[in-house]
């Protein structure tokens, strides 16, 4: 039944209305450890979940082109790269914090990249596209784990003090710290995920008649009684 089908992105659709909605953003906007809280739910499970469920409910032979997954996993993979890493740099990170219609943009963009990582990553179906998918994964889960471990190990603000106030009790260095860790666990784990569930699947699909294995015609032919 479709709407079985698409439980994916109707979960996804409010997980996105309670990320947006409710307390985070306006704490984002104060703390660091808060901003990463929305930033990993919007990029590693509303995104997930919203472009899962919506390519669930596309026509199965949508999903059978050849394509070049090998060219847009790397093409989204540089995408979220410069998206996560340019929104994390202090310059675009402190503006997005000061103004409203940046901060809008950055979570807009986050949301983007993060759709079009696991769109593409999930789309095709077959082998080569599950290989690609699994590399547009380890990409990912590599930078942003690298990116956290810079922040835990920062030994000082990255930020102005005004964005950076604390939160859940901690100095605004250790909100920091832990805003870097969660980057690293999750955002590094929830990418190793996805690339594991990919690999996985390199086993099970084929890309068609092409990477079939012919069975001798011989072995089936009745001897010949005359």
């Known amino acids: ?8 992105l109707i979960a996804g659709l409010l997980l996105l209305a309670a990320l947006w909605l409710g307390p985070l953003p306006e704490m984002a906007r104060r703390a660091f450890s808060p901003h990463m809280i929305l930033h990993l739910g919007l990029t590693l499970v509303a995104a997930p979940l919203v472009a ?19 060219s847009a996993a790397l093409a989204v993979s540089a995408l979220e790269f410069v998206v996560v890493w340019g929104w994390h740099a202090p310059a675009l990170h402190e503006a997005a914090a000061g103004s409203s219609v940046m901060f809008a943009v ?25 290989a690609a998918g699994a590399l547009a994964m380890l990409l990912t889960s590599m930078h942003m784990a690298m990116l956290g471990v810079l922040l835990v190990l920062a030994p000082r603000l ?8 604390g939160a859940f009790g901690l100095d605004p260095l250790g909100d920091q710290q832990l805003g870097g860790g969660l980057m ?10 996805g690339g594991a569930v990919l690999a996985l699947r390199l086993g099970r699909e084929r890309d068609g008649l092409d990477e079939a294995v012919p069975m001798p015609v011989e072995r089936f032919r009745t001897p010949d009684r005359t």
């Open 1 to 8: 039944m479709p709407m079985m089908r698409a439980w994916p």
């Open 52 to 70: 899962i469920g919506a390519i669930r409910l596309l026509p199965t032979h949508w999903r059978e082109g050849a394509g070049q997954p090998l």
């Open 106 to 130: 950055q979570q807009a963009s986050f949301l983007a990249a993060g759709l079009a990582l696991w769109g593409t990553a999930f789309f095709g179906r077959g082998r080569r596209h599950a």
């Open 158 to 165: 990255v930020y102005a003090p005004q964005f950076c106030l």
């Open 184 to 193: 690293a666990f999750f955002g590094g784990g929830a990418a190793a995920i």
